[in-house]
């Protein structure tokens, strides 16, 4: 089950930034399946969700493209991101 908190955060993200991707993470021994979600800046967020399934339906409800990222990896503006924030930008 996908609490209240965890819902409404992606419902805001996807609402509030433009060009929104969706990138499922699978199950590991260690976390539940999450959803990473990308901005078109790369601005992200990330959060555990019941199944894939869930994720999917997320998305098509948000009108989100949406990814498996063990087949298609994360995309390069995350990394862009990520970089400039570590830079302090």
Known sequence: MVDA????????????????EAFLEPQTTMTRPSLLLVAFDGEWTRRSIESPAWGRQFAARHA???????????PQRMR???ARRKRGH
């Open 5 to 20: 908190a965890t819902r409404s955060h992606l419902d805001e993200f996807v609402t509030t930034r433009q060009g929104v």
């Open 80 to 82: 862009d991101f990520n």
């Open 64 to 74: 989100v493209p949406v990814y498996d990222a063990g087949v298609v990896g994360y």
